[in-house]
């Protein structure tokens, strides 16, 4: 078996049985080749390794930011819902088919009637069109069915709960994201020791090639002189 081996003196073919005929300097520079290449191949493996880690702690710690950043969003929109909810709870009329001011629960406010009407429909409310919600008496306010009242109450509360369950989905995730990143975190921490150790061994593999160089150059230099 024949293995090709590499350095900073060159490229050289070593047979498994070759060392036989080497002499003692390229014995010890091709063993020396070998043990570099070899701890060059784990450096490469390791920073490799360590890149791909710290890519995947980034895109987690994204997670979390994305995740704390819907927090106080849903916190807001539930206090928005809450709030309607509670004008629509004061306001509705004794049965389903009485009708009055969607503001009525708080002093029958017009323009209140009207942004409440807008703001239901985007929280995803059901819009009954004029069948549920119109201005019956001809006032200020924009007016809407008992039925309708029952239907939006229901609803909202319905909403409420379901943001509340995103946001303990959100706080959990949260854990397990940041659990994630710890251990990530312990992992490279040891891989850095790791590729600290064998940045050491292939700088101290460099030292011995060199010294061994420069001795059997002055050992080379020594018996030329003396012939």
């Not at 920073?47 to 927090?71: F, H, P, T």
Request: net charge negative; glycine share 6%; with cysteine.
């Amino acid at each position: 078996m024949t293995t090709s081996v590499s350095g900073n003196t060159g490229t050289a073919a070593v047979n498994a049985n070759s060392f036989e005929s080497l002499n003692l300097e390229a014995e010890i520079m091709a063993t020396q080749i070998i043990r570099s290449n070899l701890i060059d191949a784990s450096l490469t493996d390791q920073l490799s390794d360590v890149k791909n880690r710290n890519s995947q702690i980034a895109a987690k710690n994204n997670e979390i930011n994305a995740l704390r950043a819907k927090g106080p969003q849903l916190e807001a929109k539930i206090a928005q819902m809450q709030e309607l909810q509670a004008i629509l709870e004061k306001g509705k009329p004794g049965n389903d088919n009485s009708w009055h001011g969607i503001s009525y629960g708080m002093g029958d406010d017009g323009p209140k009637s009207y942004s409440m009407y807008e703001d239901l429909k985007k929280l995803g409310c059901t819009d009954p069109g004029t069948a549920g919600v119109r201005n019956v008496d001809g006032n200020h306010t924009l007016d809407a069915k008992g039925s309708t009242f029952n239907t939006w109450i229901a609803e909202l509360k319905t909403k409420i709960q379901e943001a509340k369950t995103e946001i303990d989905t959100s706080k959990s995730q949260i854990d397990t994201l940041k659990s994630d990143v710890d251990s990530l975190n312990s992992t490279q921490q040891l891989a850095m020791v790791r590729m600290q150790s064998l940045m050491n061994k292939r700088n101290e593999s460099f030292d011995l090639l060199s010294t061994c160089l420069k001795k059997f150059s002055d050992a080379n230099s020594s018996l030329i002189q003396k012939f």
